[in-house]
């Protein structure tokens, strides 16, 4: 990895991708914790719509 793109921001994608892993992640840790409950738990993630503002930039 070079020096520049070691100081430049992540893109919007892989945020994007992160976040959405990080929220499965989470959902399938709480099932695993309230399932014997019998509390079951859902997760809805749409993703980044393209051509909003979050792609811009801004």
């Known amino acids: ?3 520049a793109s070691a100081r430049s921001a ?3 994608g892989r945020l994007c991708g992160a ?3 990080a929220l499965a ?3 399938a840790s709480l099932s695993g914790e309230l ?3 019998g509390i079951t738990c859902d997760v809805i993630s749409a993703g980044c719509i ?6 811009r930039g801004g």
Not at 50 to 55: I, K, L, P
């Open 50 to 55: 393209a051509g909003t503002d979050f792609f």
């Open 35 to 37: 399932g014997p409950l």
């Open 25 to 27: 992640a989470w959902n």
């Open 10 to 12: 992540p893109s919007a």
């Open 1 to 3: 990895m070079s020096p």
């Open 19 to 21: 976040a959405r892993a």
